[in-house]
């Protein structure tokens, strides 16, 4: 039974992944940044917690991230602005990683992308480049942090019917369900084979435990 923070509660996997975790005994605690969804998250039987992650400082984000056995950074800006992209997928991300070693919770589970890397190939021209930009140097921070890391790379999301199915060894992102991210976080985290790797999938024929393991 683990304490888990899930930052970003109100997005889509997180209020998937929530249940998950809670039927388990994991006591959840999920960082919402609008009050209005407090009983949505309440919902999932993780506690609500209302702090704009943007705007806290290392030192606020340690207080918060305190007392718990893991981070789960799902948290997004969403798109559209890049600054706003830089400074919640890049900077507040950072700074979580620094609060985690700070508090010493070593164990920090990021959600990012299948194609996120330094030579990520998006132009700078694309709408896309601000968020690949931000969660290749995220990513890279995490790596060198001395957490027990690891990093969770879905291709596109879909709002399909979970299958409990994946394939991490696709060479080029597909797609895959939210609902089977949320498994494969909740996996992740019952595996400590999967410490220091990062995990890119699209929806498959192996089943999620196994896939993670091999």
Not at 41 to 53: I, K, N
Not at 185 to 201: C, K
């Amino acid at each position: 039974m683990a304490r888990i923070l899930i930052v970003g509660g109100h997005g889509k996997v997180a209020l998937l992944l929530a249940p998950q975790l809670v039927a388990r005994g994991d006591t959840v605690t999920s960082v919402i940044r609008n009050p209005a969804h407090e009983a949505e998250v309440a919902a999932t039987g993780a506690a609500p917690l209302v702090a704009d992650v943007e705007q806290l400082d290392t030192d606020q984000l340690t207080s918060i991230v305190a007392g718990n056995d893991v981070v789960v950074w799902s948290a997004g800006a969403g798109g559209g602005d890049p600054q706003r992209t830089y400074a919640v997928d890049r900077d507040a991300a950072i700074r979580s990683m620094d609060a985690a070693a700070v508090a010493q919770v070593r164990r920090y589970v990021m959600v990012s992308y299948f194609g996120a890397r330094a030579d990520h190939g998006v132009p700078p021209e694309s709408s896309f480049f601000a968020y690949a930009e931000a969660k290749a140097a995220a990513d890279a921070h995490l790596r060198a942090s001395g957490l027990d890391w690891t990093i969770v790379a879905p291709s596109t999301l879909t709002l399909d019917a979970p299958t409990g199915r994946i394939d991490v060894r696709a060479a080029e992102s597909a797609a895959v369900p939210r609902a089977d991210v949320a498994s494969v976080i909740a996996a992740v985290l019952a595996d400590d084979t999967t410490v220091h790797r990062t995990i890119r999938f699209n929806a498959g024929e192996v089943a999620i435990a196994t896939a993670i393991a091999d």
